[in-house]
Structure formats: C-alpha cells, structure tokens
C-alpha cells in the first residue's frame, strides 16, 4: 500500500471510532425486545410498558438459588437479591454469578437479625460486615439495604449510609410454601412499579417467581432491579430513606 492510501486510512480511523460509539448501547434499553417477550405484531397497537422488580431475601442457598439463576437466565430477566452476609463465605460464587448476570445485590444483615434496638459496634458487625465482605467477593460497594422483616427505626435509617427497600407486595411464601398459591397472589396484585417480596431458600418460591414471570411476561411487564425501577421513573434513591414500591 502506498504512503497515500495509509494516509487515507489514518484519516478515516477517528470516523469509525465516532461510527461505533454512536452505535454503543443505551444505558437503559427500556424498548430492547426481551426474551419471553412476544414481539408486536406488524402494525399492531404497542402495549404501554409496565415495570415490575423481583426481590429476594435470606440468600443465597446454593441448591435453591442456583436453579433460581438459570430460570431468570433463559427468560432473561434481571432480579434484585438481599443477601446473608454468613451465607455469602460458602457461596461467593454464587454471588458473583448473580453480578455478572446483572442482578442487583442487597444487605439483609450478616445474620438475619433484627436491626432495632442495637448499638453502634452491633449493627456494624451486621450491616458494616456484610458490607465489607460483598466488597471483597465483588469489588464494588453500591448495596441496598432490607432489614430483616422490614423492621426499622431512626437509628437504622442513621446508620444506613444507603437507600432502604421493602416491598408493596408480599405473598408470604415461607409461609404457604406453595407454588402455585404464591404465583396467583402476585399475579393478582401485580402493578406498574411494584416490588414483589421473595425468598430464594425455597424451592417453592423459586417455582413461583419463574410462573410469575412467564405470566407477566404474556401481560407486558418488563422485568427490572430495584435500581432500574426507580431510575426509570425518574425517582432518585437516596441513603437513609425507605422506598415500598415506584409507583408512576
Ligand atoms: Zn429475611
């Protein structure tokens, strides 16, 4: 090749650098085809979006969680997950399976415990811990915070240092243990913004929440993490307060 034709390219090498980061993905692909989602049909009046989150607390249990993470794989959903710091030293590559999947991850206390009522060195051994040790396992710090049964005070929201999440639907799985009971009881009061309260230690629940998804899926919802949900509504997340569900 000639001195001119190495010119040439040279020259052209900044307009494909600015061709590919036109092409990068957007950072929310709120309108990205789904799998489990049926596309629309040609000319077909477009559903309005509906945005739901899958949370899951008291994890991870290895045989559960597991098959758990393979379900929303194939169906190519993305879940929010409140973690047990003690149960994180045996499972830390669960837990990093769940991140490279793009799951977002929570505190939910080092040992289920409940936050109220605890003093300063306690509740550092609790939530400061857990903390420090999915930083180790992860590499990044970014966590929400569930207290165990949703129970909180002015201390904890102090002491918090991050958002607090709960949930606006609860079908009470560790109770019923039941499938296909759980699976309606959402279905039933699902909405656009809700946060659907789990437990991934029961094989039950891992059953429901896959039902919920494919039934969710045929009525339009999209599937997205705790983060995603509130980003999507414009709703800023902010430490110490406690957030139920981005309702629009
Ligand atoms: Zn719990």
Not at 129 to 152: A, C, E, M, W
Not at 181 to 186: E, L, M, R, S, T
């Given at each position: 090749?000639g ?17 590919l ?5 957007a950072?929310?692909p709120?309108d990205a085809a ?8 040609p ?12 949370t899951f ?13 393979d379900?929303l794989?194939?169906?190519?959903v993305k ?20 991140d ?10 080092y ?26 396992v ?14 909180l005070?002015e ?10 999440i ?7 799985d560790?109770?019923y243990?039941n ?7 959402i279905?039933?009061?699902?909405q656009?913004?809700?946060i ?15 039902q ?27 430490a110490?307060?406690?957030y139920c569900?981005?309702?629009?």
């Amino acid at each position: 090749m000639g001195s001119a034709g190495k010119r040439r390219i040279l020259w052209l090498l900044p307009l494909l650098a600015l061709g590919l980061w036109t092409l990068r993905p957007a950072a929310v692909p709120a309108d990205a085809a789904l799998p489990g989602v049926p596309a629309p049909q040609p000319g077909a009046r477009q559903p309005e979006r509906k945005y739901i989150a899958l949370t899951f607390d008291d994890g991870p249990r290895r045989s559960t969680t597991t098959r758990l993470l393979d379900g929303l794989a194939e169906r190519g959903v993305k879940a929010t997950f409140f973690l047990i710091g003690a149960q994180v030293e045996d499972n830390q590559d669960v837990v990093r399976r769940m991140d490279e999947q793009g799951h977002q991850i929570g505190l939910h206390t080092y040992d289920h415990v409940l936050l109220t009522g605890l003093n300063q060195a306690d509740f550092d051994a609790q939530v400061k811990r857990s903390r420090t040790l999915l930083k180790q396992v992860l590499g990044h710090n970014d966590f929400l915070l569930r207290p165990p049964y949703g129970i909180l005070d002015e201390a904890v929201k102090t002491r918090a240092e991050c958002p607090i999440i709960l949930w606006s639907i609860d079908p009470e799985d560790w109770k019923y243990r039941n499938a296909r009971q759980v699976a309606a009881h959402i279905t039933a009061n699902a909405q656009d913004g809700s946060i659907i309260l789990l437990h991934d230690i029961f094989p039950e629940s891992v059953d429901a929440a896959l039902q919920v998804v494919d039934e969710l899926h045929r009525q339009g919802y999209l599937f997205c993490t705790v983060d995603e949900l509130f980003s999507l509504r414009g709703i800023p997340l902010r430490a110490g307060e406690t957030y139920c569900s981005a309702y629009p």
